[in-house]
């Protein structure tokens, strides 16, 4: 029997084979890559990674889904059952920065399993991913845009982001009510390293909860006019307006300004 797309997983199965053609073309596999999918449903592009890989790995929550795979009998296709959100990636796969990670992402969950990714990222060359396609416009936004903002400043900041193509919702069974889009995340060193990571995420997450305000009044428990001026701001700009480097250099100033003696 046909498996059923549940919505508590977020499920929509990809069907089209030109659009896997055009993933696994972006992804361009090599036989001894380390590759972890991630929700391989029913194999629609598991099958023709193994076509390529000498072993691939995958991570399936569904354990209908899991035990279909299972069925398959084999040996190169290692099963994780397992929710995607909760593994950690650095210890169940110790490839030193080698591990590719790919696949069709359940919209319900994209936003927090790309954080929990970007914790990861020390064993991470490099991710292609199939998401709403409003997710990957605010990913790949830039200062200035409308959709600029806390996922763009956290994505950019740990990566190079690159919006490959549109997928339609015909690709899919049952049809999404949005287009989707493929993503290529590239892991790499900050233009300007954050000395405490956590003040740069508190800074963006309070600063675009308050987008259309100030920095002036964003940040007015953290920083005064002065030092906002120091990173190259103006006290009068929006978060919107403030490009990645910038946040960097404004979160170190207030790293050492908390760390000065009073």
């Known amino acids: ?65 899991a035990a279909e795979l299972r069925a398959w009998n084999e040996p190169r296709l290692h099963i994780l059952e397992a929710d995607a959100l909760r593994v950690d990636y650095a210890s169940e796969f110790p490839v030193a920065g080698g591990l590719r990670v790919v696949g069709n992402l359940p919209y319900n969950i994209s936003t927090p399993l790309l954080f929990h990714l970007l914790s990861c990222r020390a064993v991470i060359r490099d991710l ?14 830039g200062p200035g845009n409308g959709t600029y903002g806390r996922l763009s400043v956290m994505m950019q900041y740990h990566c190079e982001v690159e919006s490959l193509f549109r997928v339609p919702p015909e690709a899919f069974r049952p049809r999404p009510k949005v ?15 954050v000395t405490d990571p956590a003040c ?17 009044n964003c940040l007015r428990d953290l920083a005064d006019e002065a030092l906002i001026e120091s990173a190259g701001l103006t006290a009068v700009m929006r978060p919107e307006e403030v490009p990645v480097v910038a946040w960097a250099r404004l979160a170190n100033l207030i790293t050492a300004q908390q760390d000065t003696p009073a």
Do not use: Y
């Not at 993933?23 to 449903?41: F, M, Y």
């Not at 287009?179 to 390293?193: F, G, N, Q, T, Y």
């Open 200 to 216: 740069l995420e508190r800074i963006v997450r309070v600063s675009f909860t308050k987008r259309r305000k100030t920095l002036r």
């Open 179 to 193: 287009d989707s889009r493929i993503v290529r995340l590239v892991p790499r060193a900050p233009e300007v390293v």
């Open 128 to 141: 292609h991913f199939l998401l709403q396609k409003e997710v990957v416009d605010r990913m790949a936004a």
């Open 1 to 65: 029997m046909k498996h059923q797309a549940r919505k508590r997983f977020g499920q929509n199965f990809l069907i089209d084979e030109q659009i896997v053609d055009r993933i696994l073309r972006a992804i361009n596999p090599q036989a001894g890559d380390a590759v972890v999918e991630i929700g391989p449903g029913q194999g629609a592009l598991t099958r023709p990674l193994l076509e390529r890989l000498q072993a691939l790995h995958v991570i399936e929550i569904d354990r209908d889904l």
